[in-house]
């Protein structure tokens, strides 16, 4: 499980090691892999058969679908020629540059911290603490309910006052419309199928669960995409998911929840100094 957005933020802690060196970073990319499968060899560096499955894994998706087994080969020669080219970018010191170097130093630390990560998430992201929140999640769902509506968007008052007054002496709402929403909805008669609190703007769904099924806004109703009209068409309970489906949507949850707190207690340990882009160090620091 990858968390790369608040990960890539992870604060370091006030035992961080320095800056890695050019040369630690060459010692590393020929250190031995304890436990793993040597599929080359090349001027005695060892190509592994991670670097074949991570090559593997990040061909194009219709790559993917042939088996490794039938493009072992292929891969197998594409690693020995990346072997050959970054041993011979290390032999002409590429690392020197600091760009390059910088670049290299945070790829580091973002696959290494993605490593740490995910095995703080995996730990604490059990079945029984994924059950737990589904019944906390289920519990928020007891008597809430959702509604079945259509609206037609139009840009002034008076346009929408027009059409309240047509559809009280007859006319068809969904054909309605179609002729004058000028919203994404408008193909479709306006339906904008089931919705729940909280999915629409304040005012839109106030107005919409407020009316009773088969009722329609007897006022325009304002929202920052323009004036409605809303006709209800059902209201029914919210059903809960089964815990399967609401997985997702669970793990997503507690992913986010873990990796808060864990940025938040390595934050509350750490001393941390931030600079304007034009100041990088002394006095302009400001300690947080």
């Known amino acids: 499980m990858m968390v790369l957005t608040l990960g890539s933020a992870m604060a370091q802690s006030p035992h961080n090691a320095p800056d890695m060196t050019a040369e630690a970073l060459q010692e ?22 991670s670097e074949l499955i991570l090559l593997y894994e990040d061909l194009p998706p219709q790559y993917q679908q042939v088996p490794l087994q039938d493009i072992y080969e292929q891969l197998v020669a594409r690693l020995i020629d990346r072997k050959l080219l970054a041993t011979e970018a290390f032999r002409n010191q590429q690392l020197e540059d600091k760009e390059t170097l910088r670049r290299a130093q945070f790829a580091v630390e973002d696959v290494v911290l993605t490593a740490f990560v995910s095995q703080k998430v995996n730990a604490l ?3 029984e603490a994924l059950r737990a929140d589904y019944a906390e999640l289920t519990a928020d769902m007891d008597g809430m309910e959702e509604v079945e509506a259509r609206h037609i968007l139009v840009r002034s008052r008076e346009e929408a006052q027009a059409l309240i007054k047509q559809i009280a002496d007859g006319a068809d709402f969904a054909e309605l419309a179609k002729k004058n ?14 919705f729940q609190r909280g999915q629409m703007v304040p ?7 407020a009316l009773s099924p088969g009722g329609v806004s007897a006022e325009p109703v304002e929202s920052k995409f323009g004036w409605h009209v ?3 068409e059902q209201k029914r309970p919210v059903q809960a998911p089964s815990f399967e489906e609401a997985l997702p949507q669970l793990r997503s949850a507690a992913n986010n929840d873990i990796v808060s707190k ?3 207690d390595l934050r509350e340990g750490a001393t941390i100094e931030t600079f304007p882009p034009e100041g990088l160090g002394g006095e302009e620091g400001k300690a947080q």
């Open 28 to 49: 590393m990319t020929s250190r031995e892999v304890p436990n793993d499968t040597i599929v080359a060899k090349v001027n005695g560096q060892p190509v592994y058969v």
């Open 125 to 127: 992201l059990t079945e």
């Open 181 to 194: 929403s000028v919203g994404p909805s408008a193909s479709s008669g306006g339906s904008l199928g089931f």
């Open 203 to 209: 005012a839109f769904e106030d107005a919409a669960f």
């Open 230 to 232: 809303i006709k209800v």
């Open 262 to 264: 864990l940025v938040g």
